[in-house]
């Protein structure tokens, strides 16, 4: 939570159902977000209710458009209320993504048989461009060698 000021809590409440009207039975509500929770010598929260933070993640069939949210703002028994939006958008990807299980990026083992293949393309690519150029160049030199030489008077 955002916001240090002396007994000050939030509520995040999440329009799930897209009605317009928070049902606490079918929408997200998060539990009471504070500044800072206490916690004990060993690191362990004195309160197991505490939270400083909430996450809501939609699900993975959820019904594209724009879902209301609000963040109800106690602080010293005054409540505000932030009316929000958040628009969900379908996820459409055109490429062939990788597999599940599938290690892409930085820190993944490199196949040498894609680095040995690029490597071998390029070396054909070259062989194959210095060939057309001595063969250029024999056209060339065949050419200069039939000329007939003029003669110095």
């Given at each position: 939570m955002e916001?240090?000021?002396?007994?000050?809590?939030?509520?995040?409440?999440?329009?799930v159902n897209q009605d317009g009207v928070f049902n606490a039975s079918d929408d997200f509500e998060s539990s009471t977000l504070v500044n800072e929770c206490e916690l004990n010598e060993t690191g362990a929260l004195v309160d197991e209710n505490c939270a400083v933070s909430t996450?809501?993640?939609?699900?993975?069939?959820a019904t594209v458009g724009t879902y209301a949210f609000w963040v109800h703002r106690t602080s010293n028994?005054?409540?505000?209320?932030?009316?929000h939006t958040v628009a969900v958008h379908k996820d459409v990807h055109e490429e062939e993504g990788p597999t599940p299980g599938?290690?892409?990026?930085?820190g993944c083992p490199v196949d040498e048989s894609d680095v040995t293949a690029e490597t071998s393309t390029i070396a054909n690519i070259e062989d194959s461009l210095l060939t057309v150029l001595m063969g250029v160049s024999l056209v060339g030199i065949a050419f200069v060698l039939a000329m007939p030489k003029k003669e110095e008077e």
């Amino acid at each position: 939570m955002e916001d240090s000021t002396e007994n000050t809590s939030m509520v995040v409440r999440v329009d799930v159902n897209q009605d317009g009207v928070f049902n606490a039975s079918d929408d997200f509500e998060s539990s009471t977000l504070v500044n800072e929770c206490e916690l004990n010598e060993t690191g362990a929260l004195v309160d197991e209710n505490c939270a400083v933070s909430t996450t809501y993640a939609f699900g993975m069939n959820a019904t594209v458009g724009t879902y209301a949210f609000w963040v109800h703002r106690t602080s010293n028994e005054t409540e505000t209320v932030w009316n929000h939006t958040v628009a969900v958008h379908k996820d459409v990807h055109e490429e062939e993504g990788p597999t599940p299980g599938d290690c892409f990026g930085a820190g993944c083992p490199v196949d040498e048989s894609d680095v040995t293949a690029e490597t071998s393309t390029i070396a054909n690519i070259e062989d194959s461009l210095l060939t057309v150029l001595m063969g250029v160049s024999l056209v060339g030199i065949a050419f200069v060698l039939a000329m007939p030489k003029k003669e110095e008077e």
